[in-house]
């Protein structure tokens, strides 16, 4: 069954820190893994896309990584801001028109 | 701003009865995907239309159904509404098929409440 898990399911950090995302997922056949940021009530917004031939891509102060022979992937934030304080998605396209959606690890930056 | 726009923004409803949502894609998008997300819980794919006939489809009802307009806007029905259909629904659009690498973007969502 494709699957996307992400962990942790929640977070809290101080501003000004750094935090790593987690994302493995059983999807097969892959195209490719985005991660999204979501704001509470809000719809989601695009923070990389990564192909099966990328390791790693970048979008400011968010780093993803892709290592495609373990099925993981992780998301970087460093320097963390409040406005950093969301719901973050990782999702897998599985080559057809379907996309599998993780549940998301909350975060919430204190000052 | 995604240039996506979804209506209404909220609305409640009781058992039984139909809702309709609505959802203006980005321009020069012909691809619009729904979506529901439960709370605290990912998005679930509904299904996508692409140049007003539908692509594929996720495990939901045939109650659940859609329609896709010329100018690429789209309409998702939900008929004999049931209690766990109480979630946010959300449109992506997209200016091919989401198979490939091309970006998805989001409308705020429609919150539905089934009482």
């Known amino acids: 069954k494709n699957q996307v898990e992400q962990s942790p399911q929640s977070l809290i950090i101080l501003e000004g820190k750094n935090c790593t995302l987690q994302?493995?997922?059983?999807?097969?056949?892959?195209?490719?893994l985005r991660w999204y940021k979501q704001d509470t009530g809000r719809g989601p917004v695009s923070l990389t896309i990564?192909?099966?031939?990328?390791n790693t891509k970048s979008n400011g102060r968010y780093t993803a990584t892709l290592d495609a022979d373990t099925k993981q992937s992780s998301l970087h934030i460093t320097a963390s801001q409040l406005s950093d304080s969301a719901s973050y998605i990782c999702?897998?396209?599985?080559?057809?028109?379907?996309?599998?959606f993780g549940s998301g690890t909350r975060l919430l930056v204190r000052p | 701003e995604t240039g996506v726009t979804q209506s209404p923004t909220h609305l409640i409803k009781t058992r039984g009865q139909q809702v309709t949502l609505r959802c203006s894609s980005q321009?020069?998008?012909?691809?619009v995907s729904w979506y529901q997300q439960a709370l605290g819980q990912g998005p679930q794919f509904i299904f996508q239309?692409?140049?007003?006939?539908?692509?594929g489809r996720g495990n939901f009802p045939p109650r659940f159904s859609g329609l896709q307009f010329p100018n690429y806007s789209s309409e998702l029905n939900v008929n004999a509404l049931e209690l766990d259909d109480s979630a946010l629904y959300l449109c992506?659009?997209?200016?091919?098929?989401?198979?490939?690498?091309?970006?998805?973007?989001f409308g705020e969502g429609s919150r539905l409440t089934v009482l």
């Open positions: 992506a659009s997209s200016p091919g098929l989401a198979d490939n690498t091309g970006e998805l973007f």
């Open positions: 994302c493995n997922y059983t999807v097969s056949p892959f195209s490719n």
């Open positions: 990564m192909t099966f031939s990328e």
């Open positions: 999702v897998v396209s599985d080559s057809s028109y379907k996309l599998i």
């Open positions: 321009s020069g998008h012909n691809t």
């Open positions: 239309y692409y140049r007003e006939e539908e692509n």
